[in-house]
């Protein structure tokens, strides 16, 4: 398997332009993740999938923020509109459901780094 | 009060040094706890789970506190290729897979 695939890996863009980051996860992991990473803020869960469906958004900045898990094989996070201080690293991750001690083993793509200028 | 947190770092050894992270976390009830590594510019990856009674894996030793909530990571005989960023992971009760990251320590092994 080629792991997480995350595309664009690169990404310039003016502010209040729309910006679509697009993953593709592990064949057969029923999980999915999107992390930010900045120096001052770490990596910080933005919302995971289930299954495909949302399990928790709650680290979803604003409503300009927004994912979609269309199908077992793709996810998809768009800002609309972007801003400068969205300029970071984007992760997707995924892994199958953990033991009944929760111990699972995350996969992350290479990520895709974002500057709004 | 950050759900996972890190003495930031950095680190800085000699090759062969012993070195040591510890790592808060604020929900007692959290079941599963991890370090990962980060290399610059690159993605987490899952370095060793951390058990209850602790666990070994090479050079690399991981404790469980529970009683005081941190967790820690011992390296022994540090090498140039241990430079990285360490990550603390937990999750938390009811967390389903859902993996919470401390910011990350930061160790530099010098020759």
């Known amino acids: 398997d080629a792991g997480v695939i995350q595309s664009p890996r690169h990404e310039v863009t003016e502010m209040g332009q729309e910006v679509t980051l697009r993953c593709k996860p592990i064949s057969g992991h029923d999980y999915l993740f999107w992390y930010r990473q900045t120096m001052m803020r770490g990596l910080e869960l933005l919302i995971y999938f289930n299954n495909n469906v949302p399990i928790d958004d709650s680290g979803m900045p604003e409503d300009r923020f927004s994912a979609k898990m269309p199908n077992a094989s793709f996810s998809t996070l768009k800002i609309q509109p972007s801003e400068p201080r969205d300029s970071a690293v984007y992760f997707c991750a995924s892994s199958l459901r953990g033991n009944r001690q929760g111990r699972t083993e995350a996969f992350f793509g290479q990520g895709t780094r974002l500057t709004v200028v | 009060r950050k759900e996972v947190e890190q003495d930031p770092g950095p680190f800085n050894v000699p090759e062969g040094a012993t070195v040591a992270f510890n790592c808060t976390y604020s929900?007692?009830?959290?079941?599963?706890f991890f370090w990962y590594r980060q290399d610059c510019r690159k993605e987490p990856k899952l370095l060793m789970s951390?058990?209850?009674s602790g666990n070994e894996d090479g050079r690399f030793t991981a404790q469980l506190n529970r009683a005081s909530q941190y967790i820690s990571l011992l390296i022994r005989d540090s090498k140039l290729s241990d430079s990285a960023t360490y990550l603390c992971v937990v999750i938390p009760p009811g967390g389903y897979n859902k993996l919470i990251f401390g910011a990350g320590t930061r160790l530099a092994v010098h020759p």
């Open positions: 929900n007692s009830a959290s079941q599963s």
């Open positions: 951390v058990y209850s």
